[in-house]
């Protein structure tokens, strides 16, 4: 429309040379001809005047509804993800890919470089063998187990068996020295009838009123009668030592059931244990997963696909963990940020169209709206402005919304971050 406004004033001015050709002839006519011709072009000059002043005004109007719908700023930039590689472990560089330069193109999972990796082969191998010991250790408190729980439990069961049976000895002894000290009652009566008799006896030989055989048969059985009263005080005294012994006995007994009660205790002590053991067990597999985890860190693959930037790693150098070595730039996963003012925000939406004009190429890109952000661009550096001093100065902030690109807008990944764009949004 603009347009054909501005071939409309062309005309029109074009009309106005022709008309003062026309003039500069006329004044070389005759007085009384272009005396009567003046009027009628100085109407036919307003009138066009007027229409060129009309379409002036139309184009203008025309623009300005036109520019309602739409939205556009030039502080505007490509962006994408910055992926940086650095080590997870300490190492001396041994190898790098040669393609490994940069500006140039590596595939997702390329080997990048490679660290020396005999330290940590060593630590492999020796987790791998704390690992063989603390499984035979688990499997030797596992197996101690049932073996502390028979034993304890069978001790105890055991000494209450021998108390049982040492009880059993002392009560019979007990009943031998009832019988033994009965016998020495009966013997000792035995003994002191043998004696008078002997007495009696004695004095009868004396007289010679018994013979001398008889007198000896009484004093044979009064020296055996008194022999078999020392012989039961033998057999009292050994009654009486053998129920010591057997109370001695039962003691013992009961200070092996309360040593025995604590089978409990020792089979809790051998669970701790066997668990204290598989416990070790599962730290030596911990330890072996992390010297794995040590030994295959020291290959460094590509993160992403993309174009490798800000190379610093050199063969031979000796890295740190979290040190930058590479920075790898995808190049299929890229936006737009523009910075719009709060002023054009009033109808921008999500979603909404947006032509963006790429200067590296001259380009129009379609893309859309992707999301509005959270806060003023100021709010999110690192010295946000603060307005509570009193010097406050009104100025429009600028908000970063994001533009993604349309499918298949950028086969050729020719877009890079950083690049300046200027996008045009349909808000209406």
Request: aromatic share 4%; glycine share 4%; no cysteine.
């Given at each position: 429309m ?10 029109t001015r074009?009309?106005e040379?022709?008309e ?5 002839d006329?004044?070389?006519k ?5 005396e009567k011709?003046?009027?009628?072009r ?7 005047f007027?229409?060129?002043a009309?379409?002036t ?13 739409y939205e556009s ?8 993800h ?5 080590a ?13 330069e ?5 595939e997702a ?5 490679e ?5 940590y082969?060593?630590?492999?191998e ?6 063989d010991?603390r ?9 101690t ?5 028979a ?8 000494a ?9 000895s002392?009560?019979?002894?007990q009943?031998?020295l009832l019988?033994?000290?009965?016998r020495?009652?009966?013997?000792e009566?035995?003994r002191?009838?043998?004696e008078?008799?002997r007495?009696?006896y004695?004095?009868?030989v004396?007289?010679h009123?018994i013979?001398?055989?008889d007198y ?6 009064a020296?055996a009668?008194?022999?078999a ?7 009292v ?13 039962v ?7 309360e ?5 409990p205790q ?20 911990a330890?072996?997963h992390?010297a794995q985890l040590?030994?295959s860190y020291?290959?460094?693959?590509a993160?992403?696909s ?7 790693v ?13 920075v790898?730039?995808?190049l ?13 925000l009033?109808?921008m939406r ?30 999110f550096?690192?010295?946000?402005p603060e307005?509570?001093t ?10 970063p ?28």
């Amino acid at each position: 429309m603009a347009r054909t406004v501005e071939t409309e004033l062309v005309d029109t001015r074009e009309r106005e040379r022709q008309e003062e050709i026309s003039e500069h002839d006329t004044f070389e006519k005759p007085s009384g001809q272009s005396e009567k011709k003046a009027p009628i072009r100085r109407v036919s000059r307003s009138i066009l005047f007027a229409l060129a002043a009309a379409l002036t005004l139309a184009g203008a109007s025309l623009w300005w509804l036109h520019s309602q719908r739409y939205e556009s700023t030039d502080d505007a930039q490509v962006e994408g993800h910055l992926d940086l590689v650095s080590a997870r472990i300490s190492g001396t560089v041994t190898y790098i890919n040669p393609r490994v330069e940069n500006n140039q193109f590596v595939e997702a999972g390329t080997l990048l470089l490679e660290l020396d990796p005999r330290d940590y082969a060593a630590e492999l191998e020796h987790a791998k063998a704390n690992l063989d010991t603390r499984s035979a250790a688990a499997r030797s408190a596992q197996v101690t187990v049932p073996i502390v729980d028979a034993s304890a439990f069978g001790q105890l069961h055991s000494a209450e068996a021998a108390r049982q049976e040492a009880l059993a000895s002392v009560d019979s002894e007990q009943a031998n020295l009832l019988v033994a000290r009965h016998r020495l009652q009966q013997d000792e009566a035995i003994r002191d009838r043998a004696e008078r008799d002997r007495v009696r006896y004695q004095v009868l030989v004396e007289k010679h009123e018994i013979s001398r055989s008889d007198y000896d048969a009484r004093e044979t059985e009064a020296i055996a009668a008194a022999q078999a009263v020392e012989a039961d005080h033998g057999a009292v005294t050994a009654t009486e030592n053998k129920i010591a012994e057997a109370r001695s006995l039962v003691a013992q007994r009961d200070a092996q059931i309360e040593a025995a009660r604590i089978a409990p205790q020792q089979v809790n002590d051998a669970r701790a244990k066997s668990d204290s053991a598989a416990g070790g067990l599962e730290q030596a597999r911990a330890d072996l997963h992390t010297a794995q985890l040590n030994l295959s860190y020291t290959k460094i693959y590509a993160p992403v696909s993309g174009v490798i930037g800000r190379k610093t790693v050199e063969l031979g150098h000796r890295i740190q963990p979290g040190e930058s070595l590479l920075v790898i730039v995808p190049l299929d996963d890229i936006w737009i940020t523009a910075n719009f003012k709060e002023t054009q925000l009033k109808h921008m939406r999500p979603g909404q169209s947006v032509t963006i004009r790429v200067d590296t190429f001259g380009h129009d890109y379609k893309g859309k709206v992707e999301s509005l952000p959270g806060a003023a661009g100021p709010l999110f550096s690192l010295f946000p402005p603060e307005n509570a001093t009193g010097n406050y100065v009104k100025v429009v902030q600028r908000f970063p919304v994001r533009i993604r690109l349309d499918k298949d807008q950028d086969r050729e990944h020719m877009l890079r971050p950083g690049m300046s764009v200027e996008p045009t949004v349909e808000v209406r």
